[in-house]
């Protein structure tokens, strides 16, 4: 399952994370000398994507390790901040959509960017990153 965020397609495999639901927005009151509580609710708020990914393509976009170093600098890096439509994309099933998202950050994870000797991810780089989106 690879992801594409603002139009920007970010090629590999998102490892398997809980969709988390939206935040509730609730205040609760206990006023002194009353029995019991006062509850009231709003509408719900937005939540929090945190997935790992392992990142790399089998179509040679990354033929170099610098290659996937400027991929996150400045394509990745300029989605920073940014809201759009975050879209998980399956192999098999449904496209999952979560409009009205920002892209936090995206940190690659040690031991950083490696190269595919044994050819199973395509032969060419990869590297295993932290992604975190917030949805409005």
């Known amino acids: 399952m690879s992801i594409r965020f603002a139009g920007l397609l970010v090629p590999g495999i998102v490892q398997p994370f809980p969709r ?3 935040e509730i927005q ?4 206990h006023f002194f000398g009353v029995k019991g509580e006062s509850e009231i609710r709003g509408e719900t ?3 929090t994507f945190q997935f ?3 990142v790399y393509s089998e179509f040679n976009l990354f033929p ?3 290659s996937l170093l400027r ?3 400045l394509q990745i890096g300029q989605k920073v901040n940014r809201n759009g439509l975050l879209s998980f994309i399956n192999d098999s099933g449904p496209q999952e959509d979560y409009p ?6 995206a940190v690659i994870r040690p031991p950083g960017v ?4 044994a050819g199973t991810l395509g032969g060419k780089y990869f590297c295993e990153a932290d992604f975190t989106f917030r949805q409005l």
């Open 26 to 29: 609730v205040s609760r009151q």
């Open 45 to 47: 708020g937005g939540r």
């Open 114 to 117: 490696l190269h595919d000797v």
């Open 100 to 105: 009205e998202c920002t892209l936090d950050f």
């Open 20 to 22: 988390p639901s939206r």
């Open 64 to 66: 170099t390790r610098e």
């Open 71 to 73: 991929f996150f600098a």
């Open 52 to 54: 790992p990914m392992l």
